[in-house]
């Protein structure tokens, strides 16, 4: 037998436990991960799909009954606590923020800018606002983002749906995710999402393999859903075999090449990108074919709600429209994240052993052992309860086990170990809830605290702001694609996703802060705001904040009239309607001097 080889990869953190790496062959265990050694499933994969099982174990309790299959039955009466999904939900909810903001560049501005090119990033924002309340976008990222922490990695896939009028997007289990990876490895050209479907007997249905395969290549002939000579749904080429129908709008060049004008391209591309949805009984796939090839000619192709039948499916797009969103940001050259518990890991199965012991030593504690002699009956059975009454005859005694001080070690032992996890994990006790941040000497020390917290949700948002970039860029071009009335002549426009706050913040000190930069002139009201806004002021549209403070600062509508004497600027920055009037009537004052009616009424009187 050869020696076991030395593995280090992304997945390296799990070799501790012997299921996952096996002691003499260093793979997963066949029988506690049968989907990661599927005929179909490629062997650089099948790590990462046990990798994702294990660690759903930990989310969701299950790690004993993972390590069952290999320890036996004793491993189940491991207790688990929920410690693991407790740490990923609080960083879940950090990475997210308070709130989810998107924000169109150049769309926030003073109200005094009416150039074209303000108006259209602000109707931008304002739709894709629309859209992603239609969508539930903050929902499918608080889906997406559970599964980036707990997983290491998150899947959102678009798509335009002609009855919604509308992208969809959907986030889906990375366990589904088969991307062709090239040297580049960061935008795969061709990607797969593949899984089993159980048989159902009721329906006549055998165990089947789907497969929807996103890909980007040369632009073929025009293309027109069909059947084959079976009755099966496929897509033939339009006009004769020697001579096939481009699809309106492309062109062909001089060395042949199809080429096609997206109107969000400058030149004309020669890539578009192809779905294709198929299924496949399982019975029919030989031992050698994988995810990236499997027999074509076996398999059923599916249609969409429109009736086009997805095999080869012309998208009319030039991209991918699928975002991997990695927890971290990836090492050099590799393309998977990490999940934040992979480094503690094993403190969670000390946990989870401590639990168990604390647990075992508490019923000992709750009914302690008792220790009876000189009963004056010996044969009478003892069992010890309230209000029992023991006759002892002389010189008999009665002994308590009293091991209430080892649970309390076994106790302190747990808090020390959770300690220990928050530390790694970079989790103050203030982040989870266990600290009162009231009872923190100075917002400084509060601030001083929250250091370590600070780089890791610097660093997860990091490997995020660029993914959440390219979701809101392809959500307007499948707009413009899809030729929805209100998105043409549009441009696509820089965008992103602004979270918000994630830990307590000292309002009263970000107000003072504010006001002082914004009194000395250091700083514009845009600027002021934003600020409030991101030290968790509750300020939900900046623009309109602008608005409602500007059309009471008559002190500054004052300053503004006396160096610019223009009224219609005046009237314009305290937002008042209408047009001004051409004469200003100039007010009569009185010069203090009494006329003769009104000595001769005082007289009177």
């Not at 790590?47 to 660690?55: C, D, E, F, K």
């Not at 975002?323 to 990836?330: A, C, G, R």
């Not at 003769?596 to 009187?605: I, K, L, M, S």
């Given at each position: 037998m050869g020696l076991r080889q030395f593995l280090v990869d992304a997945w390296g953190w799990l070799n501790f436990k012997p299921v996952y790496a096996d002691p003499h062959l260093g793979t997963p265990n066949r029988r506690a991960f049968p989907g990661a050694h599927?005929?179909?499933?490629?062997?650089?994969?099948?790590?990462?799909?046990?990798?994702?099982?294990?660690?759903?174990a930990y989310d969701n309790n299950q790690a004993g009954e993972l390590a069952e299959v290999r320890d036996g039955p004793e491993a189940r009466e491991r207790r688990e606590f929920g410690d693991p999904a407790t740490f990923v939900d609080a960083i879940t909810a950090d990475v997210l923020g308070d709130e989810q903001r998107i924000v169109v560049d150049g769309a926030e501005h003073d109200e005094d800018d009416t150039s074209p090119e303000t108006a259209e990033a602000s109707a931008i924002?304002?739709?894709l606002i629309q859209w992603a309340e239609d969508e539930q976008l903050a929902m499918r990222m608080q889906q997406g983002e559970r599964k980036a922490v707990s997983l290491g990695d998150a899947v959102y896939r678009l798509s335009w749906e002609p009855s919604k009028g509308r992208p969809t997007v959907r986030a889906v289990d990375p366990g589904f995710y088969f991307p062709v990876l090239d040297d580049d490895g960061e935008f795969p050209r061709r990607v797969h999402f593949c899984w089993e479907l159980p048989a159902d007997p009721k329906r006549g249905l055998k165990d089947r393999l789907r497969r929807v395969t996103y890909e980007l290549g040369p632009i073929a002939p025009a293309t027109v859903s069909g059947t084959d000579r079976l009755g099966r749904p496929l897509r033939t080429f339009l006009g004769e075999a020697d001579a096939p129908l481009l699809t309106p709008g492309d062109t062909v060049d001089e060395a042949g090449t199809i080429l096609r004008q997206y109107p969000w391209n400058d030149a004309p591309s020669p890539y578009t990108c192809y779905l294709t949805d198929a299924v496949w009984l399982l019975e029919d796939l030989e031992r050698t074919s994988d995810v990236d090839d499997l027999p074509l000619d076996k398999a059923m192709y599916a249609q969409r709600s429109d009736g086009e039948v997805l095999n080869g499916l012309d998208l009319m797009i030039d991209f991918v429209p699928v975002?991997?969103?990695?927890?971290?940001?990836?090492a050099a050259e590799e393309h998977w994240g990490r999940p934040s518990l992979a480094r503690v890991l094993q403190i969670m199965d000390e946990l989870a052993a401590s639990d168990t012991d604390a647990a075992r030593a508490s019923a000992t504690t709750g009914s302690p052992i008792l220790s009876v002699s000189g009963m004056q009956d010996s044969r009478t059975d003892l069992a010890a309860g309230p209000g029992m009454v023991f006759k002892l005859a002389d010189g008999g005694r009665m002994d308590v086990l009293n091991t209430a001080p080892q649970l309390a070690q076994l106790l302190t032992t747990v808090e020390s170990l959770r300690d220990r996890a928050a530390v790694n994990l970079r989790l103050p006790a203030v982040a989870l809830g266990t600290q009162d941040p009231a009872q923190m000497p100075s917002g400084y020390a509060l601030r001083l605290s929250l250091g370590p917290l600070d780089k890791l949700i610097a660093g997860m948002r990091l490997a995020r702001r660029h993914k959440y970039m390219l979701l809101l860029k392809f959500v307007q071009r499948l707009f413009i694609a899809g030729q929805h009335p209100d998105w043409i002549g549009r441009t696509v426009q820089p965008a992103t996703v602004v979270m918000g706050a994630y830990t307590p913040t000292d309002r009263a000190g970000v107000l003072e802060e504010v006001a002082t930069a914004y009194a000395a002139n250091l700083i514009s009201l845009e600027t002021a705001l934003r600020m409030l806004a991101e030290g968790g002021w509750p300020i939900e549209d900046i623009p309109a904040e602008i608005e409602r403070i500007q059309s009471r600062a008559f002190a500054q509508a004052g300053a503004l009239a006396d160096a610019t004497g223009d009224a219609e600027a005046v009237r314009n920055y305290l937002g008042l309607k209408g047009q001004a009037p051409e004469n200003i009537p100039v007010p009569v004052l009185p010069d203090g001097r009494e006329t003769?009616?009104?000595?001769?009424?005082?007289?009177?009187?």
């Open positions: 599927a005929t179909w499933v490629p062997d650089e994969d099948a790590r990462r799909l046990a990798a994702y099982t294990v660690l759903a924002q304002e739709a975002i991997h969103l990695p927890n971290t940001v990836p003769a009616a009104e000595r001769d009424a005082g007289q009177q009187q």
